[in-house]
């Protein structure tokens, strides 16, 4: 099946790229609301399960017991720009934990938002793995091991009792078993698994349940803290600013999942080509068509669904939108 047109890149007013890809809607009980494309496929949704793979870390009691507030949920949850703030969060997760910082295992690399690459650069400091864009995640993992008193060592591994909690999280929520699943190697070296779209979007819709206390958690430190869960001029940071009701969350390759809590849904998006510039307009089309909103709100998510693009002298050169 060849998936439908989602986005295009105008330039003047003559388009110039087309990004296909495929979305699903579905409730609590995974009945369809909307769909475009081979929505049934499989996908690798990345980092956009973050929220998923920070459960455990609540539901065992560990966030607790090292006293994490939402700040820190937030971070944990996030794929940050390594901006001053993420950092000092992930650090301060592992001080409270009484981790060092070469226990992560994520890798480094320099911060994703250019201007912390500067300042890092301009004091003569190289990148750490804390700048790196997963570290929160990791931090959450590194308290979760030393909370259940296994191996820090290893704890990216799927056999290490964190990934254990992270797949059963995984495969109770989406209602899929992920042992038949593709399973490969993230970006930060996490597990990470190929899942039926409708069943990731399941997930999500799972998430907004009010009696899902650990999820209610994450849901509420991402809407009071948007800013840790991208960073400056990222779309999950802005669009939450602007809708404080959605909870999304960006996944590498073109990837965008979350939920609309109050209506208790739950979506997930790809755009083949990995496209984020072709993800991003999709997404915020695709819930601006939904029943669910506010005027004010619809409006909001109607001005993301167009990203104008400018030269390097900031001349506005054209755009890229959403297809209706």
């Known amino acids: 099946m060849t998936n439908p047109v989602i986005a295009e890149v105008f330039r003047g007013d003559t388009p110039e790229s087309r990004h296909r890809g495929a979305f699903v809607v579905v409730d609590a009980t995974g ?6 494309g081979d929505h049934e496929a499989a996908f ?3 980092s956009a399960i973050k929220a998923f793979q920070c459960l455990p870390l609540i539901e065992s009691g560990a966030a607790k ?3 994490l507030v939402d700040e820190h949920i937030a971070i944990c949850c996030s794929s940050h720009g390594g901006e001053p703030e993420h ?3 992930t650090r301060d997760i592992l001080a409270r934990a009484g981790i ?4 992560l295992e994520c890798g480094a690399h320099m911060p994703s938002w250019r201007e912390a690459s500067y300042e890092l650069l301009r004091d003569g400091e190289t990148p750490q793995q804390v700048h790196n864009t997963c570290s929160g995640k990791h931090a959450g993992m590194l308290a979760l091991a030393k909370y259940l ?3 820090l060592e290893g704890y990216v591994h799927l056999d290490h009792p964190v990934q254990q909690a992270v797949a059963a999280t995984v495969t109770n929520l989406c209602d899929f078993n992920i042992a038949n699943a593709p399973m490969a190697v993230d970006g930060c070296s996490l597990p990470t698994w190929a899942l039926p779209m409708p069943n990731v979007a399941l997930g999500f819709a799972r998430l907004s349940s009010q009696q899902n206390k650990a999820a209610q958690w994450i849901l509420r430190a991402a809407r009071n803290h948007p800013f840790l869960i991208a960073g400056t001029n990222r779309l999950d940071t802005k669009i939450m600013h602007a809708v404080p009701r959605l909870f999304i969350k960006m996944g590498a390759e073109g990837v965008f999942c979350g939920t609309i809590a109050h209506a208790g849904l739950g979506f997930a998006l790809k755009c083949d080509d990995g496209a984020a510039r072709g993800a991003e307009v999709a997404v915020a089309q695709m819930l601006a068509k939904l029943e669910v909103w506010t005027d004010e709100e619809r409006q909001h998510l109607i001005t993301f669904a167009t990203q104008p693009m400018t030269n390097w002298r ?3 050169v054209g755009s890229v939108t959403a297809t209706p």
Do not use: M, Y
């Open 149 to 151: 008193g296994v191996s």
């Open 87 to 89: 950092v000092r969060l």
């Open 65 to 67: 017991h090292f006293g």
């Open 100 to 103: 060092v910082e070469t226990c």
């Open 31 to 36: 009945k369809v609301f909307a769909n475009a």
């Open 44 to 46: 690798f949704p990345r």
């Open 314 to 316: 900031k001349i506005a």
